[in-house]
Each structure stands twice: as C-alpha cells, then as structure tokens.
C-alpha cells in the first residue's frame, strides 16, 4: 500500500497555488445531467474523487473529452439512469447524480453512497429520501438499491431538519426542471453552492436566494449548458495558510478567495498569525510562537469542519490550552488518538470534544489516514514533528488534494512518497 514518508522539522518558504474546489467539482459534473447540450469545465482538480465521478457519468453513458485543462461533457444520449453500484458505492459524492437523474427522467436507482468514517453508521441519506418523496417520489428498496420513480417531479416547500451542504445542493437541482415554484428552509450557505446556482441560472434555471437559508426555484421546462470554471479550493487554502502558521514559514498562497476562509482567518489574526491579502493571494507573515484558541466548528461562514483536523493540530503547538468542539461528524476527532501517540497532550472529553494544552514536541510515528481530512492533518504534524513519519492509506489523501508530494516539496517538505 502507498505511503508517504516525511521528515520533520520543517520549514515552509517560496508559493503555492491553490487548485479548483473538490465539493464545487462533484456537484457541477452530475449537473450536467440537467441538460441536453453540452457542459465545459475548466480548473476540475486532478484527485481521485472526480475521475471516480467522472466514471460514474461515462458509465450512464454520456460522452466525455478531456483536451488540455479542459473538460466538455455531453448528457444528450444517456443509456441508463441506474447508478453502478461497484461505482457509487466507492464515494460519498455519488449521491449527487440522484436528484439531476430524476429531475429529467423521473427514475433513478442507486446504492448507499460509499464514503470515508467521518460519519457514524455510513453516512446517513435520510435527508435525501424525505426530500425526494416531497418532491412526489416513490422509493422502494429491492436488492440493495434505492429505486425512485416520479410521474412528474412536484414543486414544493421543504423544510431540512439539519442543514447540509449536498442535500442543499441535490434538491435545488431537483427543483429546477418541476412544475412550480419550490421553496427550501433552512438551507446550507457554502460558497460552492453559489457557484453551483451561479451557472445553473445562466444556463435558463431561475433561482434565488443561494447563499441565504432560504432559496426559491421557479421550474423551467428545459436549462442550456456552457462553460463553469471550478473557484478555488477553500480548504486547501486553510490547510496551507496552517501549514505555514505551524512552521512559522512565510508563505505565499496563489489562486484563493481568503474571503472564503475568514472563520479560520480571524481566528490566525486573533493567536497571534499575521497574513496580507493582495487579490486572489493571501501571505502568511513567519511568527515566533502563537496562543491557543477555543473552535466550535459551524456550518458556512461558520469554522468549517474539513478545516477542524488542521487546526487541532496546529493547537498541538499553541501556547496554552484549546477547547475543539466538532459539531458536524461523530468520528471526525477520532484521528486526535495518534496525535497522541506522537506526543500531544490531549485530553477526549467526549466523541465531539477535546482539550488540548500545548506546545508539546512532536515525534514521527507510524500513522494510517482514516479520512482525507485527518490524513492532511497528519501531514501538518509530521512536518512539525521530531524524526521521520510514514504514513499509509494516502489514497484518502490522494482523494482530495492533487498530487500533494510533489507541491509541498517544491516549498520545502522533505516528502517521499512511496509506492
Ligand atoms: C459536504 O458533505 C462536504 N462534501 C463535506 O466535505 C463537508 O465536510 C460537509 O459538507 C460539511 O461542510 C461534499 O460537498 C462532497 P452534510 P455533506 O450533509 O453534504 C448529517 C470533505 O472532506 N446528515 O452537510 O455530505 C451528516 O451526518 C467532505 O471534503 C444526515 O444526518 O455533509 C452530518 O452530520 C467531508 N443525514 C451533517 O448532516 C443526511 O441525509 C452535515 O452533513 C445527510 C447528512
């Protein structure tokens, strides 16, 4: 199995360019289901997620070129609305083809989606299937598959008891192609979904209110297709502004939206991490040791959760004692365990809570990257950490952060990885 082998002690100088958004490129290619003509995508990250997504739409049978950095995908001809379940069993993101593929062929079957252990109990669809019966669905469940089947799709007022982000995102595009004006409550505000709503209305769909709790969808009978370029990877970004505070490095971040990340940027500000913004490049400024601070991870503009394992980790080397309150996933502090073993003085206090007192030495270990999230955060400690640390399982890296090795060992990581 890959790993990467990394020697500590590091420190971080020259720029990195930030890549385009993995949750804005999983949701954009099964939108493309939406329409007949043809989509062209530019700045898709090159991560494992995408090419299973990508596989997934080529199974259904749409037609897909790659010239240069560009994507164009044609849906005009699908031969199934059946999802492969040896495909979208592989990840979580292949619950986005659902609601495009009944929007415009009133069927759909799938799996339960695959997906890392961030969630108790598989991550949870039960959002998904009240909301398709609101929306006038039948669901049977025969061999292992969800089956839906609409005579017609119902516009409708849905309220979600929990805000998520891809439920969000799945009924919007739902809505789009129903008779009537549907309205959803309580709705999750990442900026990728105003991405998302950005193109869909240019392309015919009448939305409003992305970016608000509250978004309304007025049906049409049919949306057009053009081109979407993916916005920039704001959890990259975040990854890469803590990389640099926890090696006290200068460094330099290109192609980013530092508006996207201000949860994690007032709180760098606050402890003592000094950044200059200039456009779409945020510096982070060398420091010489910086104080700890509580987090209660949020949904958007809140702390976002996929920025919680980078933090903690750099909470292992604050000055003074941090409370990390994650209130998205069950299992996301999991990780904390071999934060632990390297020599962080952490305490559980229950599955959503740790405390952390710092700064305590770092020694390189043995790990395993149980989600994308915690395996970038073990790349944060081992490039603080005393000696070599190797970790395996970098396929959960590999999902979300295009070829890693090779750029942070253009600003200074000593990384190998071996395969
Ligand atoms: C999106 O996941 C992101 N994934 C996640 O990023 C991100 O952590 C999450 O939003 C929160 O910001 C993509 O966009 C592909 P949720 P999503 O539905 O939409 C519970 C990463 O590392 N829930 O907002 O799947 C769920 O268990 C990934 O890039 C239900 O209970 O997350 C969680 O506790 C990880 N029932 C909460 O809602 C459901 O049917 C929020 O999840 C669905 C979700």
């Known amino acids: 199995m890959s790993k990467f082998i990394i020697q500590g002690q590091t420190k971080l100088s020259g720029e990195i360019t ?31 997620d995408i090419k299973k997504s990508l596989e997934l739409l080529a199974d259904l049978g749409a037609v897909i070129k790659e010239e240069d950095e560009q994507i164009s995908i044609s849906c005009r001809n699908l031969n199934t609305t059946d999802l492969n379940p040896n495909l979208a069993n592989k990840f979580r993101a292949s619950i986005m083809f659902v609601g495009p593929l009944l929007a415009r062929f009133k069927q759909v079957s799938f799996p339960h989606p695959g997906g890392c252990v961030i969630g108790a109990g598989g991550r949870p669809i039960d959002l998904f299937i009240e909301g398709f019966q609101a929306f006038g669905a039948d669901i049977k469940v025969e061999d292992g598959l969800y089956k839906l089947k609409a005579k017609k799709i119902k516009a409708c007022q849905h309220f979600f008891p929990l805000i998520s982000v891809t439920a969000t995102e799945t009924f919007i ?59 920039p990877d704001r959890i990259e970004t975040g990854s890469f502004a803590i990389m640099a505070a926890i090696t006290k490095s200068k460094l330099i971040i290109n192609n980013c939206i530092p508006e996207h990340i201000l949860a994690l940027l007032t709180i760098l500000k606050k402890i003592g ?97 149980p989600d994308l999230r915690a395996g970038i955060a073990m790349i944060i400690a081992a490039m603080v950490a005393q000696g070599k640390t190797e970790i395996d399982n970098i396929y959960q890296i590999d999902r979300g952060y295009e070829k890693i090795d090779q750029r942070l060992s253009a600003i200074g990581v000593n990384i190998q990885r071996n395969s």
Do not use: W
Not at 21 to 28: F, Q, T
């Open 18 to 48: 930030v890549k385009g958004a993995k949750n804005s490129a999983l949701k954009i290619i099964p939108a493309s289901i939406l329409s007949s003509e043809t989509i062209s995508l530019k700045n898709l990250p090159h991560i494992e």
């Open 173 to 231: 595009m739902t809505a789009i192609l129903a008779e009537g004006t549907t309205t959803l409550y309580n709705c999750a505000m990442e900026p990728e979904i105003k991405a998302l709503t950005d193109y869909l209305n240019k392309c015919g769909a009448k939305i409003r209110g992305a970016g608000t709790p509250t978004i309304t969808i007025t049906g049409v009978n049919q949306i057009s297709a053009g081109e979407f370029t993916v916005i």
């Open 273 to 369: 991490i000094n950044y200059q913004i200039n456009n779409n490049s945020l510096t982070i400024l060398p420091n010489k040791n910086f104080r700890a601070h509580d987090i209660k991870t949020h949904e958007y503009p809140g702390f976002p959760t996929d920025l919680q394992s980078p933090y903690t980790v750099l909470m292992t080397q604050a000055n003074g004692k941090s409370l990390i309150h994650e209130t998205i996933y069950n299992r996301r502090l999991l990780f904390v365990d071999m934060l632990s073993q390297m020599g962080a003085d952490i305490v559980m206090c229950d599955p959503h809570r740790v405390v952390i007192h710092g700064p305590t030495p770092l020694i390189g270990k043995q790990l395993t990257s």
